[in-house]
Structures are given as structure tokens and as C-alpha cells.
């Protein structure tokens, strides 16, 4: 096998869950192969994927890791080139769904979560940023999910597409969540103390 299996990420309702051990694909799951220079993003067969945490979860190893130059190439599950199958010491695929064990694990934890919204080309990119007064730039919009509630903090250089999607993203967020959440508007320099409780 190979000298070292590539970092897999499993895409879970926008989230990245890293895999301990890499090699199973779930048919019904998506993930995301960090493979040095190249970047693959397998789609199982039967998965139902949120196109636009597809396109975040990538466009972000894409920013962050390689400013910029990584090549992603798009697998169907099912159907994997050899150059991908070998980088693995056991590839198969399986019909285990993982979503559920993760959904139940996030529930009891109860985390505060920092998103980021970030508007390029066409594309929204959403993805979870460290939860840091420093993640935040006014050139953006995010998210800020304390569990009861959803803050949507705009920052004072974020266009006005980045400021309509940060609110249709908070309300499509919290349509996935179990419980009630309140959606408030925060702008950027002028925050509640109650918003800045959430970052301590």
C-alpha cells in the first residue's frame, strides 16, 4: 500500500468530520480526499448532496491549505479511477450510513459553531471557521450558532449578496437543527454583549 493514506473528511451537513480510518466510502455519503497537490470529492451514488457545501467544503482546502492552487477532480462513487483506489490500503465501498451516529453525537455535545459565509464568482462558499473573535473579517458574513440561538453577524465591507445569503443560509441552518432557534442580525461594530458571550 501507499507510504501514507490520504487525510479523508466526511461531509456531514456542511461539516467536516475527519475519518480515523480512511479506505470505506459510504454509498449514501460524501467526502473529501486530501491527497497533497490534488483534492478529490467523492460523491457516493446514493448520497443526497447539498451541492453548495460541496462546492464550500473544496473551494475552502482549496483557500486554506494551498492559497489557491489545488487541482479537485470530482469522483463518482462506483466508478474510481485506478490513481484514486491505490492510494487507499483498503478501499471499498460500503452501505453504511454514517449520518445518523454524527447527528446524534452533535446533539449531546451541544457546541457553539462559527460559519462563514464568503461570496466568489457565483458561488456562496459556507464553511465552519475556528470560534475566535479573530475569524472575524468585515468582509464577510457568518453565522454564530450558540444553540439556542443563531446570530448572523454582517460585516460593514460584506456585499449585499453576502449579507442576503448569510440569512438564507442561517434560515436553512436552522431548518436542519433539532429545536427552536432565534435569528438575529448582528452588525458588525455595533454587537450585543450577549453576541460576544458566545466567543468566551
Known amino acids: 500500500g501507499p507510504m501514507t493514506e490520504p487525510t479523508v473528511f466526511h461531509i456531514q451537513k456542511g461539516r467536516l468530520v475527519r475519518m480515523s480510518d480512511p479506505g470505506a466510502f ?26 453548495k457545501f460541496l462546492t464550500a467544503a473544496s473551494a475552502v482546502f482549496k483557500d486554506t491549505e494551498r492559497k489557491g492552487h489545488a487541482d479537485i477532480d470530482r469522483i463518482e462513487g462506483g466508478k474510481e479511477p485506478e490513481e484514486f483506489k491505490v492510494l487507499f490500503d483498503d478501499f471499498q465501498l460500503t452501505d453504511e450510513d454514517t449520518e445518523g451516529i454524527l447527528r446524534r453525537v452533535q446533539l449531546e455535545k451541544r457546541e457553539y459553531k462559527l460559519w462563514r459565509v464568503h461570496h466568489e464568482g457565483d458561488d456562496t462558499f459556507f464553511a465552519e471557521v475556528p470560534l475566535s473573535r479573530s ?11 450558540t444553540w439556542d440561538d443563531i446570530f448572523v453577524w454582517r460585516g460593514k465591507d460584506a456585499s449585499a449578496r453576502e449579507k442576503f445569503d448569510g440569512t438564507m443560509l442561517a434560515r436553512r441552518y436552522d431548518a436542519e437543527r433539532v429545536g427552536v432557534q432565534e435569528i438575529e442580525l ?12 458566545s466567543f468566551d
Open 26 to 51: 459510504g454509498r449514501g455519503d460524501c467526502y473529501l480526499v486530501d491527497a497533497g497537490p490534488k483534492i478529490y470529492l467523492w460523491i457516493g451514488p446514493k448520497s443526497t448532496a447539498d451541492e
Open 186 to 197: 448582528i452588525e458588525d461594530g455595533s454587537e450585543p454583549e450577549e453576541f460576544w458571550r
Open 135 to 145: 475569524s472575524l473579517r468585515s468582509d464577510d458574513v457568518y453565522l454564530v450558532d
